[in-house]
């Protein structure tokens, strides 16, 4: 009898989280409809939707990464994406991660954008879920614009930011705002990061929760923002912003991305 029990309280959780998993793929927040999404099922990482960019060359932000390609940085694994940091020489670096995009590939104007992911934790940790517009060949940075949707530093724990950078205000100028956990840690479990881009606006949510909202007169340059851009996610290692490793970071160390999903405004 204990067994029998056992087995039908093991069967009632497993269909209760398939239909909850089944209820996740279905919902759509008001308002929008599903234009494209990566649910990260497969086994592999779907290379019609995404480019890994590789190279070591510090990224602009003096960066201590070198991002490669093989599975042991980037791979699709349990439904999740997985990036991964490590501690490894390559490249002239002392440690390898993974970088994607949708450039060439996935490029819109307007949307809602959506990841439900869990970061990773320790100091010179920098995850990143965030958009470039895509004439950046052609305007270069920052004039395409950059639309940081979540980024942590792992001194921040309890903190995300959501960010602008264009003409006038990228880098230590960009225009943000953070959002602090009630209580806990972000590397604690997985939560939900999005932005609602439509014309002049752009409001950031956390699990739900609005936190920050640009339009063109609160920024302290040109408004840049009213043309294609595409996705990138990224696990960077050290910086200028969150600093270095040091004896208490831990690797390997990983960025866990359920779902990527893009909505446009239902008709």
């Not at 093991?10 to 599903?34: E, K, M």
């Not at 290379?47 to 490669?68: A, C, D, M, S, V």
């Not at 934790?121 to 639309?147: S, V």
């Not at 690797?251 to 999903?261: G, I, T």
Request: include cysteine; charge should be negative; hydrophobic fraction near 35%.
């Amino acid at each position: 009898m204990p067994t029998f029990r056992a087995a039908a309280v093991l069967a009632v959780f497993l269909s209760l989280g398939t239909a909850a998993h089944a209820q996740s793929t279905l919902t759509q927040p008001p308002g929008w409809v599903l234009d494209w999404h990566d649910e990260f099922d497969g086994r592999t990482l779907d290379r019609t939707k995404w480019i890994p960019e590789t190279g070591g060359n510090g990224w602009g932000n003096h960066e201590l990464q070198f991002y490669t390609d093989p599975p042991g940085n980037v791979r699709v694994d349990g439904g999740n994406l997985v990036i991964e940091a490590r501690k490894e020489d390559h490249g002239g670096r002392h440690y390898t991660s993974a970088r994607i995009k949708t450039a060439g590939k996935v490029e819109r104007t307007y949307g809602r954008y959506e990841a439900r992911i869990k970061i990773p934790r320790g100091q010179g940790m920098w995850p990143a879920f965030w958009m470039l517009g895509a004439d950046i060949g052609q305007a270069g940075w920052p004039r395409c614009g950059e639309i940081d949707i979540m980024e942590n530093i792992g001194r921040e724990p309890d903190l995300v930011h959501g960010t602008l950078h264009g003409p006038g205000y990228s880098g230590d100028k960009a225009i943000g705002k953070p959002q602090r956990l009630d209580q806990g840690t972000y590397a604690d479990d997985y939560h939900v990061y999005a932005v609602e881009w439509e014309p002049r606006e752009i409001r950031w949510y956390r699990d739900g929760i609005l936190y920050h909202t640009a339009r063109p007169d609160t920024v302290t340059g040109d408004w840049v923002f009213e043309h294609p851009f595409f996705v990138i996610l990224n696990l960077a290692v050290g910086g200028a912003w969150p600093g270095n490793p040091d004896a208490t970071t831990a690797f390997p160390q990983q960025m866990l991305v359920d779902y990527v999903r893009v909505y446009k405004r239902a008709r």
